[in-house]
Protein backbone atom coordinates (compact mmCIF):
# COMPACT_ATOMS: atom_id res chain seq x y z
CA UNK A 1 0.00 0.00 0.00
CA UNK A 2 1.37 3.57 -1.06
CA UNK A 3 2.51 5.86 1.74
CA UNK A 4 -0.36 8.53 0.64
CA UNK A 5 -3.05 5.63 1.09
CA UNK A 6 -1.80 5.09 4.10
CA UNK A 7 -1.67 8.15 5.50
CA UNK A 8 -5.22 9.48 4.45
CA UNK A 9 -6.40 6.41 5.41
CA UNK A 10 -5.30 7.12 9.21
CA UNK A 11 -6.13 10.83 8.83
CA UNK A 12 -9.85 9.75 7.60
CA UNK A 13 -10.17 7.36 10.41
CA UNK A 14 -9.44 10.16 12.99
CA UNK A 15 -11.43 13.05 11.41
CA UNK A 16 -14.23 10.07 11.25
CA UNK A 17 -14.07 9.60 15.37
CA UNK A 18 -13.67 13.35 15.50
CA UNK A 19 -16.58 14.22 13.87
CA UNK A 20 -18.57 11.24 15.21
CA UNK A 21 -17.68 12.26 19.14
CA UNK A 22 -18.24 16.06 17.88
CA UNK A 23 -21.80 15.45 16.53
CA UNK A 24 -22.77 12.93 19.68
CA UNK A 25 -21.62 15.47 22.16
CA UNK A 26 -23.65 18.19 20.62
CA UNK A 27 -26.48 16.43 19.95
CA UNK A 28 -26.37 15.58 24.01
CA UNK A 29 -25.99 18.92 24.47
CA UNK A 30 -28.93 20.02 22.58
CA UNK A 31 -30.88 17.87 23.78
CA UNK A 32 -30.11 18.38 27.49
CA UNK A 33 -31.08 22.14 26.28
CA UNK A 34 -34.22 21.75 25.20
CA UNK A 35 -35.17 19.94 27.66
CA UNK A 36 -33.97 22.89 29.86
CA UNK A 37 -35.60 25.19 28.12
CA UNK A 38 -39.34 22.83 28.24
CA UNK A 39 -38.80 23.35 32.37
CA UNK A 40 -37.60 26.84 32.10
CA UNK A 41 -41.16 27.74 30.29
CA UNK A 42 -43.45 25.18 32.37
CA UNK A 43 -41.79 26.72 35.31
CA UNK A 44 -42.47 30.78 33.84
CA UNK A 45 -46.09 29.67 33.09
CA UNK A 46 -46.99 27.74 36.38
CA UNK A 47 -45.94 30.64 38.36
CA UNK A 48 -47.75 33.22 36.00
CA UNK A 49 -50.89 30.80 36.95
CA UNK A 50 -49.80 30.65 40.39
CA UNK A 51 -49.42 34.23 40.55
CA UNK A 52 -52.84 34.78 38.42
CA UNK A 53 -55.01 32.68 41.23
CA UNK A 54 -53.34 34.33 44.35
CA UNK A 55 -54.02 37.41 43.37
CA UNK A 56 -57.74 36.87 42.69
CA UNK A 57 -57.58 34.80 45.89
CA UNK A 58 -56.63 38.50 47.36
CA UNK A 59 -59.13 40.92 45.51
CA UNK A 60 -62.26 38.90 44.61
CA UNK A 61 -64.82 38.73 47.76
CA UNK A 62 -68.42 38.48 46.97
CA UNK A 63 -68.13 38.55 43.47
CA UNK A 64 -67.46 35.24 43.33
CA UNK A 65 -70.96 35.07 44.56
CA UNK A 66 -72.90 36.16 41.38
CA UNK A 67 -70.26 35.27 39.14
CA UNK A 68 -68.41 32.11 39.45
CA UNK A 69 -66.27 32.92 36.61
CA UNK A 70 -64.10 35.17 39.38
CA UNK A 71 -63.71 31.71 41.54
CA UNK A 72 -59.47 32.19 41.45
CA UNK A 73 -59.41 28.95 40.32
CA UNK A 74 -61.81 28.95 37.40
CA UNK A 75 -60.66 32.36 35.92
CA UNK A 76 -56.69 31.09 36.03
CA UNK A 77 -58.39 28.00 34.27
CA UNK A 78 -59.33 30.08 31.63
CA UNK A 79 -56.46 32.37 31.77
CA UNK A 80 -53.77 28.95 31.63
CA UNK A 81 -56.08 27.73 28.67
CA UNK A 82 -55.94 30.91 26.64
CA UNK A 83 -51.87 31.35 27.42
CA UNK A 84 -51.33 28.04 25.99
CA UNK A 85 -53.54 27.77 23.20
CA UNK A 86 -51.55 26.80 20.00
CA UNK A 87 -48.53 26.05 22.03
CA UNK A 88 -47.64 22.48 23.16
CA UNK A 89 -47.41 23.23 26.77
CA UNK A 90 -50.82 21.65 28.49
CA UNK A 91 -51.36 23.42 32.26
CA UNK A 92 -53.84 21.85 34.96
CA UNK A 93 -54.38 22.80 38.63
CA UNK A 94 -54.87 19.35 40.37
CA UNK A 95 -55.56 18.20 44.02
CA UNK A 96 -55.88 15.08 45.38
CA UNK A 97 -58.83 16.52 47.38
CA UNK A 98 -60.73 18.45 44.08
CA UNK A 99 -63.75 19.78 44.12
CA UNK A 100 -64.27 19.43 40.52
CA UNK A 101 -63.58 16.35 39.13
CA UNK A 102 -62.16 18.00 36.17
CA UNK A 103 -58.86 18.45 38.21
CA UNK A 104 -58.59 15.01 39.35
CA UNK A 105 -54.77 14.02 39.43
CA UNK A 106 -53.71 11.09 36.84
CA UNK A 107 -51.84 8.31 37.71
CA UNK A 108 -48.07 9.93 37.34
CA UNK A 109 -49.64 13.61 39.10
CA UNK A 110 -51.56 11.36 42.19
CA UNK A 111 -47.97 9.51 42.98
CA UNK A 112 -45.75 12.43 42.64
CA UNK A 113 -48.52 14.49 44.68
CA UNK A 114 -48.04 11.95 47.70
CA UNK A 115 -44.61 12.26 48.00
CA UNK A 116 -44.71 16.31 48.03
CA UNK A 117 -47.51 15.64 50.59
CA UNK A 118 -44.69 14.36 52.67
CA UNK A 119 -42.65 17.00 52.52
CA UNK A 120 -42.24 19.82 54.97
CA UNK A 121 -41.94 23.06 52.11
CA UNK A 122 -42.57 20.99 48.87
CA UNK A 123 -41.01 22.19 45.36
CA UNK A 124 -41.03 22.20 41.74
CA UNK A 125 -40.80 18.63 40.54
CA UNK A 126 -39.99 17.73 36.80
CA UNK A 127 -39.14 14.89 34.98
CA UNK A 128 -39.07 13.38 31.46
CA UNK A 129 -41.29 10.28 31.49
CA UNK A 130 -41.67 7.91 28.49
CA UNK A 131 -45.00 5.93 27.54
CA UNK A 132 -45.16 3.97 24.54
CA UNK A 133 -41.66 5.70 23.43
CA UNK A 134 -43.71 9.41 23.74
CA UNK A 135 -41.35 11.49 25.94
CA UNK A 136 -43.11 13.70 27.67
CA UNK A 137 -41.51 16.44 30.14
CA UNK A 138 -43.78 16.16 33.52
CA UNK A 139 -43.83 19.24 35.63
CA UNK A 140 -45.86 19.77 39.16
CA UNK A 141 -45.34 23.45 40.61
CA UNK A 142 -47.13 23.05 44.35
CA UNK A 143 -49.72 25.75 45.46
CA UNK A 144 -49.34 26.63 49.24
CA UNK A 145 -52.75 27.91 50.99
CA UNK A 146 -52.72 31.37 52.27
CA UNK A 147 -55.19 33.03 54.50
CA UNK A 148 -56.65 34.38 51.49
CA UNK A 149 -57.27 30.91 50.39
CA UNK A 150 -58.96 29.89 53.40
CA UNK A 151 -61.97 31.70 52.75
CA UNK A 152 -63.42 29.53 50.74
CA UNK A 153 -60.90 26.42 51.85
CA UNK A 154 -61.00 26.49 55.46
CA UNK A 155 -63.62 26.17 57.76
CA UNK A 156 -67.68 25.03 56.55
CA UNK A 157 -68.90 27.61 58.34
CA UNK A 158 -67.00 30.36 57.34
CA UNK A 159 -67.25 29.93 54.06
CA UNK A 160 -68.96 31.68 51.31
CA UNK A 161 -72.72 30.13 50.62
CA UNK A 162 -71.95 29.21 47.39
CA UNK A 163 -68.90 27.60 47.98
CA UNK A 164 -71.18 25.52 50.73
CA UNK A 165 -74.20 25.06 48.35
CA UNK A 166 -71.77 23.37 46.18
CA UNK A 167 -69.66 21.40 48.08
CA UNK A 168 -71.10 20.25 51.37
CA UNK A 169 -70.07 19.83 54.95
CA UNK A 170 -67.52 17.27 55.35
CA UNK A 171 -65.89 17.68 51.64
CA UNK A 172 -62.55 17.22 51.66
CA UNK A 173 -61.80 20.65 50.19
CA UNK A 174 -62.08 22.86 53.56
CA UNK A 175 -59.99 22.66 56.35
CA UNK A 176 -56.59 23.54 55.12
CA UNK A 177 -54.00 25.32 57.14
CA UNK A 178 -52.21 28.48 56.10
CA UNK A 179 -48.99 26.84 54.30
CA UNK A 180 -50.18 23.81 53.27
CA UNK A 181 -50.26 22.21 50.04
CA UNK A 182 -53.42 23.02 48.48
CA UNK A 183 -52.32 21.13 44.97
CA UNK A 184 -50.24 21.93 42.06
CA UNK A 185 -50.00 23.64 38.75
CA UNK A 186 -49.38 20.44 36.61
CA UNK A 187 -47.51 21.27 33.12
CA UNK A 188 -46.73 18.77 30.07
CA UNK A 189 -45.03 19.09 27.19
CA UNK A 190 -44.89 15.99 24.25
CA UNK A 191 -41.33 16.41 23.76
CA UNK A 192 -41.22 15.07 20.25
CA UNK A 193 -41.78 17.93 18.35
CA UNK A 194 -38.73 20.20 20.33
CA UNK A 195 -36.61 17.22 19.01
CA UNK A 196 -37.77 17.13 15.91
CA UNK A 197 -36.56 20.20 15.68
CA UNK A 198 -32.81 19.49 16.98
CA UNK A 199 -32.56 16.42 14.99
CA UNK A 200 -33.05 18.30 11.36
CA UNK A 201 -30.98 20.74 12.86
CA UNK A 202 -28.43 18.12 13.19
CA UNK A 203 -28.89 16.51 10.16
CA UNK A 204 -27.91 19.58 8.76
CA UNK A 205 -25.53 20.34 10.63
CA UNK A 206 -23.92 16.83 9.83
CA UNK A 207 -24.40 17.09 6.11
CA UNK A 208 -22.00 20.52 6.35
CA UNK A 209 -19.48 18.96 8.85
CA UNK A 210 -19.14 15.91 6.30
CA UNK A 211 -18.79 17.76 3.23
CA UNK A 212 -15.87 19.74 5.26
CA UNK A 213 -14.53 16.86 6.43
CA UNK A 214 -14.20 15.83 2.74
CA UNK A 215 -12.58 18.58 1.34
CA UNK A 216 -10.54 18.67 4.75
CA UNK A 217 -9.22 15.25 3.90
CA UNK A 218 -8.57 15.81 0.32
CA UNK A 219 -6.56 18.92 1.18
CA UNK A 220 -4.42 17.34 3.78
CA UNK A 221 -3.83 14.37 1.17
CA UNK A 222 -2.81 16.83 -1.39
CA UNK A 223 -0.56 18.56 1.10
CA UNK A 224 1.11 15.43 2.50
CA UNK A 225 1.51 14.47 -1.01
CA UNK A 226 3.13 17.51 -2.29
CA UNK A 227 5.01 18.54 0.82
CA UNK A 228 6.39 15.05 2.06
CA UNK A 229 5.45 12.46 -0.52
CA UNK A 230 6.93 13.77 -3.71
CA UNK A 231 10.11 15.58 -3.00
CA UNK A 232 11.02 12.12 -1.19
CA UNK A 233 9.92 9.76 -4.19
CA UNK A 234 12.14 12.62 -6.00
CA UNK A 235 14.79 11.27 -4.02
CA UNK A 236 14.02 7.86 -3.91
CA UNK A 237 13.66 7.98 -7.98
CA UNK A 238 16.93 10.04 -8.41
CA UNK A 239 18.52 7.35 -6.21
CA UNK A 240 17.11 4.58 -8.44
CA UNK A 241 18.42 5.93 -11.58
CA UNK A 242 21.94 6.49 -10.22
CA UNK A 243 21.83 2.91 -9.38
CA UNK A 244 20.73 1.92 -13.09
CA UNK A 245 23.04 4.27 -14.84
CA UNK A 246 25.84 5.08 -12.69
CA UNK A 247 25.81 8.49 -13.64
CA UNK A 248 26.68 10.55 -10.58
CA UNK A 249 26.26 13.58 -12.06
CA UNK A 250 22.45 13.88 -11.60
CA UNK A 251 21.47 16.74 -8.75
CA UNK A 252 17.82 16.74 -7.57
CA UNK A 253 16.01 20.65 -7.29
CA UNK A 254 16.25 21.21 -3.72
CA UNK A 255 12.58 23.24 -3.26
CA UNK A 256 12.35 23.27 0.64
CA UNK A 257 14.95 24.24 3.86
CA UNK A 258 13.12 21.45 6.19
CA UNK A 259 13.85 17.97 6.96
CA UNK A 260 13.13 16.89 2.80
CA UNK A 261 15.44 20.02 1.63
CA UNK A 262 18.33 18.61 4.33
CA UNK A 263 17.60 15.11 2.42
CA UNK A 264 18.01 16.15 -1.02
CA UNK A 265 20.86 18.74 -0.05
CA UNK A 266 22.83 15.96 1.35
CA UNK A 267 21.90 13.30 -1.61
CA UNK A 268 23.30 16.35 -3.29
CA UNK A 269 26.19 16.15 -1.39
CA UNK A 270 26.75 12.81 -1.76
CA UNK A 271 26.19 12.67 -5.37
CA UNK A 272 28.91 15.32 -5.76
CA UNK A 273 31.50 13.82 -3.71
CA UNK A 274 30.93 10.64 -5.56
CA UNK A 275 31.03 12.42 -8.72
CA UNK A 276 34.60 14.08 -7.30
CA UNK A 277 35.87 10.25 -5.95
CA UNK A 278 34.86 8.97 -9.46
CA UNK A 279 36.83 11.30 -11.64
CA UNK A 280 39.53 11.26 -9.14
CA UNK A 281 39.77 7.34 -9.21
CA UNK A 282 39.67 7.94 -13.29
CA UNK A 283 42.24 9.88 -13.37
CA UNK A 284 44.48 8.29 -11.45
CA UNK A 285 43.80 5.30 -13.11
CA UNK A 286 44.47 6.89 -16.32
CA UNK A 287 47.98 8.44 -15.09
CA UNK A 288 48.71 5.00 -14.29
CA UNK A 289 48.35 3.26 -17.50
CA UNK A 290 49.99 6.17 -19.09
CA UNK A 291 52.90 5.77 -16.97
CA UNK A 292 53.77 2.31 -17.65
CA UNK A 293 52.78 2.49 -21.21
CA UNK A 294 56.21 4.55 -21.11
CA UNK A 295 57.64 2.80 -18.43
CA UNK A 296 60.72 1.06 -20.44
CA UNK A 297 60.20 -2.25 -18.87
CA UNK A 298 57.64 -5.22 -19.34
CA UNK A 299 54.72 -4.61 -16.50
CA UNK A 300 52.20 -6.59 -16.15
CA UNK A 301 49.47 -6.27 -13.41
CA UNK A 302 47.23 -9.83 -12.39
CA UNK A 303 44.77 -10.60 -10.00
CA UNK A 304 45.29 -13.16 -6.92
CA UNK A 305 43.96 -15.71 -9.18
CA UNK A 306 46.90 -14.44 -12.17
CA UNK A 307 44.67 -13.08 -14.46
CA UNK A 308 46.18 -10.08 -16.32
CA UNK A 309 44.26 -7.11 -16.12
CA UNK A 310 47.02 -4.37 -17.05
CA UNK A 311 49.97 -4.56 -19.57
CA UNK A 312 52.06 -2.44 -21.15
CA UNK A 313 53.76 -1.71 -24.35
CA UNK A 314 56.99 -3.50 -23.74
CA UNK A 315 54.73 -6.66 -22.17
CA UNK A 316 53.35 -7.19 -25.71
CA UNK A 317 56.51 -7.06 -27.05
CA UNK A 318 57.98 -9.49 -24.79
CA UNK A 319 55.25 -12.18 -25.28
CA UNK A 320 54.57 -11.28 -28.83
CA UNK A 321 50.70 -10.62 -27.90
CA UNK A 322 48.73 -7.89 -27.92
CA UNK A 323 47.04 -6.11 -24.74
CA UNK A 324 43.86 -7.40 -26.34
CA UNK A 325 45.57 -10.71 -26.55
CA UNK A 326 47.04 -10.32 -23.27
CA UNK A 327 44.17 -9.36 -20.77
CA UNK A 328 42.33 -11.78 -19.48
CA UNK A 329 44.49 -14.57 -19.82
CA UNK A 330 46.64 -15.89 -16.95
CA UNK A 331 50.56 -14.74 -15.95
CA UNK A 332 51.37 -18.48 -15.11
CA UNK A 333 50.86 -19.68 -19.02
CA UNK A 334 53.60 -17.82 -19.73
CA UNK A 335 55.82 -18.55 -16.95
CA UNK A 336 57.73 -21.61 -17.35
CA UNK A 337 57.86 -22.86 -13.71
CA UNK A 338 55.01 -21.06 -12.35
CA UNK A 339 54.52 -22.70 -9.09
CA UNK A 340 56.95 -19.98 -6.71
CA UNK A 341 55.13 -17.32 -8.36
CA UNK A 342 51.78 -19.34 -6.99
CA UNK A 343 52.98 -20.36 -3.78
CA UNK A 344 54.29 -17.00 -2.90
CA UNK A 345 50.88 -15.43 -3.80
CA UNK A 346 49.61 -18.22 -1.57
CA UNK A 347 51.95 -16.62 1.06
CA UNK A 348 51.16 -13.41 1.09
CA UNK A 349 47.33 -14.26 1.71
CA UNK A 350 48.28 -16.84 4.06
CA UNK A 351 50.86 -15.25 6.05
CA UNK A 352 50.27 -11.38 5.21
CA UNK A 353 53.75 -11.37 3.86
CA UNK A 354 55.98 -13.71 1.48
CA UNK A 355 59.72 -13.42 -0.02
CA UNK A 356 58.60 -13.15 -3.12
CA UNK A 357 56.76 -9.78 -3.10
CA UNK A 358 59.54 -6.50 -3.04
CA UNK A 359 62.39 -8.94 -3.98
CA UNK A 360 64.14 -9.23 -7.52
CA UNK A 361 63.94 -13.12 -8.59
CA UNK A 362 64.91 -14.16 -11.54
CA UNK A 363 62.69 -16.22 -13.61
CA UNK A 364 62.15 -17.87 -17.02
CA UNK A 365 59.49 -16.83 -18.85
CA UNK A 366 58.02 -18.72 -22.07
CA UNK A 367 56.93 -16.02 -25.20
CA UNK A 368 53.50 -16.68 -27.46
CA UNK A 369 55.99 -18.74 -29.90
CA UNK A 370 57.03 -21.25 -26.42
CA UNK A 371 60.53 -19.45 -26.58
CA UNK A 372 62.09 -18.73 -23.18
CA UNK A 373 64.18 -15.94 -21.65
CA UNK A 374 65.56 -15.13 -18.32
CA UNK A 375 64.15 -12.19 -16.67
CA UNK A 376 64.68 -10.54 -13.32
CA UNK A 377 60.81 -9.81 -11.76
CA UNK A 378 60.16 -7.41 -9.52
CA UNK A 379 56.45 -7.83 -7.55
CA UNK A 380 54.90 -5.23 -5.74
CA UNK A 381 51.36 -5.61 -4.07
CA UNK A 382 48.61 -2.90 -4.12
CA UNK A 383 45.08 -2.95 -2.65
CA UNK A 384 41.84 -1.75 -4.72
CA UNK A 385 38.54 -2.29 -4.63
CA UNK A 386 38.67 -5.81 -6.77
CA UNK A 387 41.10 -6.95 -3.81
CA UNK A 388 44.61 -7.18 -3.95
CA UNK A 389 46.24 -6.55 -7.21
CA UNK A 390 50.31 -7.53 -7.99
CA UNK A 391 52.32 -5.73 -10.58
CA UNK A 392 55.14 -7.61 -12.07
CA UNK A 393 57.99 -5.41 -13.60
CA UNK A 394 60.57 -7.39 -15.41
CA UNK A 395 63.71 -6.57 -16.85
CA UNK A 396 65.29 -9.07 -19.63
CA UNK A 397 68.69 -10.18 -18.69
CA UNK A 398 70.91 -8.46 -21.04
CA UNK A 399 72.92 -11.01 -23.00
CA UNK A 400 69.29 -12.80 -23.94
CA UNK A 401 67.63 -9.60 -25.09
CA UNK A 402 65.46 -9.77 -28.21
C1 LIG B 1 -63.73 32.56 46.45
C2 LIG B 1 -63.50 31.20 46.93
C3 LIG B 1 -62.17 30.60 46.70
C4 LIG B 1 -60.97 31.11 47.06
C5 LIG B 1 -60.64 32.43 47.70
C6 LIG B 1 -60.00 30.10 46.66
N1 LIG B 1 -60.62 29.03 46.07
FE1 LIG B 1 -59.76 27.41 45.39
N2 LIG B 1 -61.51 26.76 44.68
C7 LIG B 1 -62.73 27.35 44.88
C8 LIG B 1 -63.76 26.67 44.15
C9 LIG B 1 -65.22 27.05 44.07
C10 LIG B 1 -63.08 25.61 43.46
C11 LIG B 1 -63.69 24.63 42.50
C12 LIG B 1 -63.58 25.22 41.13
C13 LIG B 1 -64.17 24.36 40.01
O1 LIG B 1 -65.39 24.10 40.09
O2 LIG B 1 -63.42 24.08 39.10
C14 LIG B 1 -61.69 25.71 43.83
C15 LIG B 1 -60.69 24.84 43.35
C16 LIG B 1 -59.38 24.89 43.73
C17 LIG B 1 -58.40 23.98 43.29
C18 LIG B 1 -58.54 22.84 42.28
C19 LIG B 1 -58.85 21.49 42.85
C20 LIG B 1 -60.27 21.27 43.08
O3 LIG B 1 -60.60 21.31 44.27
O4 LIG B 1 -61.00 21.07 42.10
C21 LIG B 1 -57.24 24.32 43.88
C22 LIG B 1 -55.90 23.63 43.72
C23 LIG B 1 -57.52 25.50 44.62
N3 LIG B 1 -58.82 25.82 44.56
C24 LIG B 1 -56.55 26.17 45.35
C25 LIG B 1 -56.78 27.42 45.88
C26 LIG B 1 -55.74 28.24 46.45
C27 LIG B 1 -54.26 27.84 46.51
C28 LIG B 1 -56.30 29.38 46.83
C29 LIG B 1 -55.60 30.54 47.43
C30 LIG B 1 -54.54 31.14 46.67
C31 LIG B 1 -57.70 29.27 46.53
N4 LIG B 1 -57.98 28.07 45.95
C32 LIG B 1 -58.62 30.26 46.82
C33 LIG B 1 -62.94 28.45 45.64
C34 LIG B 1 -61.95 29.30 46.11
Known amino acids: MRITTKLTMIIAVLLVILFCTLGWTSYHHELLMIQQQAVDKARILSRQIIETRDYLSRSVMEEAETNYALVPQVAASLISKRITEGSPYYVRQISLRNRNPDNRPDGYEIAELKKMYKESKPIENFQIVSDHGKETLRYLQPMIANSSCLICHGNYETAPDFVKKRFPKGHPSYNYQIGEMIGALSVSVPMRDLYENIHSQL ?39 IVNTGNYTQQIAQTSNDEIGQLVCSFNELMSELKRRTQQRAESDERYRNFIEIAQSPIITFLQDGKIVIANQKAEKLFGLTKKELLGQTICEFMAEPEPLVKGINDYFQAGSSSLIGTTSRQTVRDVCGRLFEVDMVISVSQTEQGAMFTAILRAVKDQET
Open 203 to 241: LRALGIEAVVLLLLLFFTGWLIHRTILKPVSNVAQGIET
